[in-house]
C-alpha cells in the first residue's frame, strides 16, 4: 500500500444516518475521512427514520452533506416495527457492500437497529458518542445507548466521564478512545453561515422586530415523547412557557409530533400570543443563528445542550435528567424539569444576572472527526494486516 491508498480488498465504511440529530454528527466525519491520508472510502446509508421534508432534505443542503448513496425509506412505526425494518432492509446492503465496519453515530433507532445487523453479519460496529447515560430507562434512547455500546468494537466518547460509565457496565477500555464532540465540529464550522434571527422569523411572516427588542428573546424547543404526548404534561407546560413569554418574547421551533399534539389536545389557545410565536421546523443554520443570538434556550433536546454550551448561551432543560451532565458541570445547562417554580425562577435569574456560561469542555474544538478518522483508519489498517498474517 501507497501512502495514498486504501487497500483494495478493504471495503468500505457504511456511515449510517437516520434522524435529524445524526445528520449533524455525520457530515464533519465524512470531510475528514475525505481529508484523511489515506483517504477513507465510505458508503452513505440513510434509513429514511426521520421522513419530513422540512426536517430532512434542508437539512443534508445546509450541512453540505452528500446525497446519501442509499435511502432504505423506512418511515414511521413503533419502536419494535421501525428497529425491525431497519435491520431488514439493512442487511443486504452489508451483503452487497462488505464494508470495512459499520460506524454509527448518536442513540436513535437508527443506530442500534444497524449495529445489531453489523455484528450478527460479522462486521466491526463502530459507535461515535459512546458512552452517554441518563440513567432512565424509560427513555427509548438509553436502551439504544446502553446496547450498541455493548455490541461495538469500537467506540468513541464525547467528554472523559462517558468511559467511566462504559468501564462500570463491563466494557474495556481498550476498546474506548476519547476523541471530542462531533456534534460541535458542526457548529464550528457553520457557525458564520449561520442566518440572522430578524430574517428567519420574517421568513416565517413574523415581523422581524420580536427578535430584536431590548429584553432580548428566547427559544424554545419541547420534542419528547414524555413532554408532549399527553395532555396531563404538555398542557402545564405550554402554560408556563406562555407565563415565560410575559417577561421576554419565545421563539418556538415546532417539531411536528409537538404541532400534532397541541391540535390533538385543543391546546392552541395556550400560545395564541404575538409573544409567543410558532415557528415551522427549521434548517440548522436557521437554529444556529436563533441560539446564537437569544437570551437563553428552553428546551428538552440533547443537542442544544451542547450547542448552547458551546456558543455561551444559557439553557434550561426540561427534563428530569440529561446524558450530556457536562453541559452542566462546565457548560450553560441547568436542569428545571418540568416544573413551573423551577423553570420561572430559571428564567428570572438569567435575566437578573446573565446565568450561567461555562466554558467549552475539553475537545470541543472542531477536530474531533479528525481525531476520529485517524484513529479509525489506524484501527481498520491493524486489523487488516493481522487478518493478512
Given amino acids: 500500500m501507497t501512502q495514498q491508498s486504501w487497500p483494495s480488498d478493504l471495503g468500505p465504511v457504511i456511515c449510517v444516518v437516520g434522524a435529524r440529530p445524526n445528520f449533524m454528527k455525520m457530515g464533519p466525519i465524512l470531510r475528514a475521512f475525505a481529508a484523511h491520508q489515506p483517504p477513507l472510502p465510505t458508503l452513505l446509508v440513510h434509513t429514511g427514520q426521520h421522513y419530513d421534508k422540512d426536517m430532512n432534505d434542508q437539512l443534508f443542503e445546509d450541512l453540505g452533506l ?66 452517554l447515560r441518563s440513567f432512565d430507562r424509560g427513555m427509548p434512547e438509553e436502551i439504544n445507548r446502553i446496547l450498541t455500546d455493548q455490541i461495538a468494537d469500537r467506540l468513541y466518547t464525547t467528554e472523559r466521564t462517558a468511559a467511566d460509565n462504559l468501564a462500570r457496565e463491563g466494557i474495556p477500555g481498550e476498546r474506548v478512545a476519547f476523541v471530542g464532540n462531533v456534534m460541535i465540529d458542526s457548529l464550528l464550522f457553520h457557525r458564520s453561515r449561520a442566518q440572522a434571527p430578524g430574517e428567519t422569523v420574517a421568513a416565517a411572516g413574523i415581523p422581524p422586530e420580536i427578535v430584536s427588542r431590548p429584553e432580548g428573546y428566547a427559544v424554545v424547543t419541547l420534542h419528547r415523547p414524555s413532554n408532549v404526548d399527553s395532555a396531563a404534561t404538555l398542557q402545564p407546560l405550554l402554560e408556563v412557557l406562555r407565563e415565560v413569554s410575559e417577561r421576554l418574547p419565545l421563539v418556538f421551533a415546532l417539531h411536528p409530533r409537538t404541532k400534532s399534539n397541541i391540535a390533538k389536545f385543543g391546546l392552541e389557545s395556550i400560545v395564541a400570543t404575538p409573544r409567543m410565536v410558532m415557528l415551522p421546523p427549521q434548517g440548522y443554520l436557521e437554529m444556529v443563528g436563533l441560539m446564537a443570538g437569544a437570551k437563553l434556550v428552553l428546551t428538552d433536546s440533547g443537542g442544544l445542550q451542547e450547542e448552547t454550551t458551546a456558543l455561551g448561551v444559557p439553557c434550561l432543560t426540561m427534563r428530569e435528567n440529561t446524558e450530556r451532565p457536562i453541559t452542566i458541570d462546565q457548560g450553560t445547562n441547568t436542569l428545571v424539569g418540568r416544573d413551573r417554580k423551577a423553570i420561572v425562577d430559571g428564567v428570572d435569574e438569567i435575566l437578573s444576572v446573565g446565568g450561567k456560561r461555562g466554558r467549552v469542555p475539553e475537545y470541543w474544538d472542531g477536530e474531533a472527526a479528525s481525531r476520529i478518522a485517524a484513529d479509525l483508519a489506524g484501527w481498520l489498517l491493524d486489523r487488516h494486516r493481522a487478518a493478512l498474517s
Fill in 66 to 131: 452528500p446525497k446519501p448513496d442509499i435511502n432504505l425509506e423506512v418511515g414511521s412505526g413503533t419502536h419494535a416495527v421501525q428497529t425491525a425494518e431497519v435491520m431488514r432492509r439493512f442487511e443486504p446492503v452489508i451483503d452487497t457492500h462488505r464494508p470495512s465496519c459499520v460506524l454509527v453515530v448518536g442513540d436513535v433507532n437508527s443506530t442500534l437497529a444497524c449495529s445489531l445487523v453489523a455484528v450478527k453479519k460479522g462486521v466491526p460496529s463502530v459507535h461515535v458518542e459512546a458512552g
